[in-house]
């Protein structure tokens, strides 16, 4: 069983929709709970972490996190084709590997005009 | 801040050779990743270091690699020798006190 899943999509949306990207993970000893986005040829860039169960918001972007159910999301309101990314999930390893991140293998977005 | 600098940022080298990949963190951050991504198998951490110290190698795929960080501000990823089946995308990253880690611009590897 893979550590941390994602969909890989691709996830394609209409510009101005919400995009809600997925993400489980098995660990439940971690604690803390990141989305990176990366562009073709680039790297990833992080957009969002959280700790806490619950929404987290910045922008147009949300994060929610449950770790009961051990799914965190990240959802982009009013989508825009600059969205249009491989989103990470990505999730620190257990209480002891508080600097380890173990990354699933990435949604792809297309947001198309 | 200058972010996370990588060099070279592209490589070519044939079979056999060494490669010297190249990283300086982003200053005051105390940790430093090495990751290779290709297509088959994702993002992979390989190594990562805290306040110099290597602290988990388990991702370093086989004797052939190396990293080594002689100060907090450098960092290099070595293998010798490299073979066709070490092309990929090799980042550095680095976080400070939370977990929160700030990617490189990559070092593409090509070996022929």
């Known amino acids: 069983q893979k550590e941390v899943e994602q969909n890989s999509g691709p996830l394609s949306v209409p510009e101005g929709a919400i995009a809600s990207l997925n993400c489980t993970y098995s660990?439940?000893?971690?604690?803390?709970f990141f989305w990176y986005r990366q562009y073709s040829g680039k790297s990833p860039e992080l957009i969002m972490f959280i700790y806490s169960n619950g929404d987290k918001e910045d922008g147009r972007f949300t994060a929610q996190l449950n770790k009961a159910s051990q799914y965190v999301s990240l959802l982009i309101r009013d989508s825009q084709p600059s969205d249009s990314a491989t989103y990470l999930c990505?999730?620190?390893?257990?209480?002891?590997?508080?600097?380890?991140?173990?990354f699933g293998a990435g949604t792809r977005l297309a947001v198309h005009p | 801040d200058a972010g996370v600098i990588q060099s070279p940022r592209h490589e070519v080298t044939e079979m056999g050779q060494e490669v010297t990949l190249r990283c300086k963190p982003i200053?005051?951050?105390?940790?430093l990743f090495w990751y290779r991504q290709t297509m088959m198998r994702g993002l992979e951490l390989l190594i990562y270091f805290n306040n110099n110290v290597p602290i988990d190698d388990s991702g370093m795929p086989e004797d052939r690699f190396s990293a080594k960080m002689p100060n907090a501000s450098f960092s290099t990823l070595k293998i010798q020798p490299s073979e066709p089946r070490d092309s990929a995308v090799y980042f550095c990253a680095s976080s400070g006190d939370q977990s929160e880690q700030y990617f490189g611009p990559g070092t593409r590897l090509t070996v022929t």
């Open positions: 990505a999730v620190t390893l257990g209480a002891g590997g508080y600097n380890k991140l173990i």
């Open positions: 200053s005051g951050h105390d940790y």
């Open positions: 660990d439940r000893g971690s604690q803390s």
